[in-house]
């Protein structure tokens, strides 16, 4: 009896699917425990350092290095890192990932941000969901809705500008990663008293959960898919603009690419069986 799910790509691309998976799990991870040593009132480094800049700073550096981490890991050059179901959903809006891929993709997004959340609460319990922490939760600042709004969609707008500008140009797509790090970091260290800093529905997910805290998720949901998606149709719209090559933030040719087509290549550049055609172009 035929395979039913022979030429679905879930059978071919489930590896792709579990690395998203682990890296916004990675993520959260980090988060989680650079969270908790920077602003638990009990940790000794939060009593070491009485400036709430000065530890956002730390926690954007830290995160920063994280998300350049993981999109330059293996599993974020195989897989595209998108770790974002904004991300994910602004490369469909171009016609370089495939519907399946994408409801895939966003669902294990959602999946491994909330187990990598979920692990952090196992490992610190109380100190971790509770406040002043709250697993990191994301909720509008003392600003109020409109400017938790204002600042996720702006975020958002200027990070895949970001990346459709620096990996469609050749010669820039190395700096991509280096890119991504460096506006996490400012994000955090500037918009997280507006915002908490998400920029990602499924990141606010992961935090909503162990801490309970669903206060504006809507916005959360809302407005770094619109702001990544205008990017996209600004994007589209640029005279002279670069196409869209792939749906990768780091393409490399080591790593085989559901989106493009392009099968893993060795290090002597030998051609493995090419892989299934994974994005639809558009003209």
Known sequence: MPDPLRNHPIHNHWPEYLMEAAGLGLFMLSAGLCATLLEHPASPLH????????????????????????????????????INPAVTLSFLRLGKVRPADAVFYI??????????????????????TSPPIAAIATVPGTAGPAAAFAAELTM???????????????????????GA?????????????????SINPARTLASAIPSGLWTG??????????????????????PGRRP?????????????????????????HSIEKPVEQGGVHVH
């Open 47 to 82: 009593m070491a350092l009485p400036s709430p800049l000065l530890r956002r700073a730390l926690m954007g550096a830290a995160m920063g290095l994280t998300a350049v981490a993981i999109i330059h890991s293996p599993w974020g050059r195989r897989s595209g890192a998108h």
């Open 107 to 128: 669902a294990f997004q959602c999946l491994g941000g909330s187990a990598g959340a979920l692990l952090v609460a196992a490992l610190l319990g109380r100190h971790f």
């Open 156 to 178: 958002a707008f200027l990070l895949m500008g970001m990346v459709l500008v620096t990996t469609n140009r050749a010669g820039w797509e190395r700096f991509t990663g280096v």
């Open 217 to 238: 998720a809507w916005i959360y949901a809302v407005a770094p898919p619109l702001g990544m998606l205008l990017a996209v149709e600004l994007y589209r719209r640029l």
């Open 181 to 197: 790090g460096l506006l996490v970091a400012l994000f955090i260290a500037t918009a997280s008293p507006l915002s908490g800093m």
């Open 244 to 268: 869209v090559r792939c749906a990768k933030l780091n393409h490399d040719p080591r790593s085989r690419c559901i989106f493009c087509g392009q099968p893993a290549r060795s290090p002597l």
